[in-house]
């Protein structure tokens, strides 16, 4: 079946523009994740959607970084007031959350630089 | 808060050899999942293997083995016959029940013909 899929999978934006990064989970998943990855770095987590639960936001960088998920599939992280700090690869995954050891299933991830 | 470290930033084989990826995490949960991912230049996430916590018994999956502490929240990757395809990124993962999943900082190791 499908993966998970992310558009686009390159953004170039100017300093100060928003941005839109959007994932598409495989279908029946009911988790879903973001990550970002710096140039050459580990994965550092943004935001966690859990089925019908509150998300965790505790990663979420500033209040400039916010995201949601509607109908519990598709999620779409928005970036506003775009920094060159926030350039780096945005990894979405998404995973069977009822099985714990169910491993995550990511996308290609959107490389968004920022000028 | 849980985390994971990864301490060696590079690893080098040689082909046909054995290596080892270290992992140590920071729990205080007794229930949770350790995974290891690898991350060729493709970008690309790929599920090498996963541990379940209340398993003593270490997970293998065919030249890929761990050696699970769970006292001294070690996890080591043991990948046997390195082959050149083997080079890649890779990340070590810890993950609490009904949570999110946390990364180490990852291990870069590359397998010399």
């Known amino acids: 079946g499908a993966g998970v899929s992310q558009s686009p999978s390159n953004k170039v934006t100017e300093k100060g523009k928003d941005v839109e990064l959007r994932c598409d989970p495989i279908?029946?998943?009911?988790?879903l994740y973001w990550y970002r990855q710096s140039l050459g770095q580990g994965l550092e987590f943004l935001i966690y959607f859990q089925g019908n639960s509150a998300p965790d936001k505790s990663g979420l960088p500033s209040d400039r970084f916010s995201a949601e998920r509607t109908g519990g599939s598709v999620s779409t992280l928005t970036i506003q007031r775009t920094q060159q700090e926030d350039s780096a690869v945005y990894l979405c995954a998404s995973s069977l959350v009822r099985e714990n050891n169910s491993p995550l299933h990511f996308g290609n991830g959107t490389r968004l630089t920022v000028t | 808060a849980q985390t994971v470290t990864q301490s060696q930033p590079e690893m080098s084989v040689q082909e046909a050899e054995t290596v080892t990826l270290s992992c140590t995490y920071d729990?205080?949960?007794?229930?949770?999942?350790l995974f290891w991912y690898k991350q060729p230049p493709s970008r690309q996430m790929i599920l090498v293997i996963r541990q379940e916590a209340y398993k003593q018994q270490n997970a293998t999956e065919n030249r890929f083995s761990v050696n699970f502490q769970k006292a001294a929240k070690s996890f080591s990757l043991k990948i046997s016959d390195s082959q050149l395809g083997d080079a890649a990124m890779y990340f070590c993962a810890y993950r609490r029940y009904n949570n999110d999943m946390r990364f180490g900082a990852g291990t870069r190791l590359t397998v010399k013909p």
């Open positions: 279908s029946g998943h009911t988790a």
């Open positions: 729990t205080s949960e007794s229930d949770y999942y």
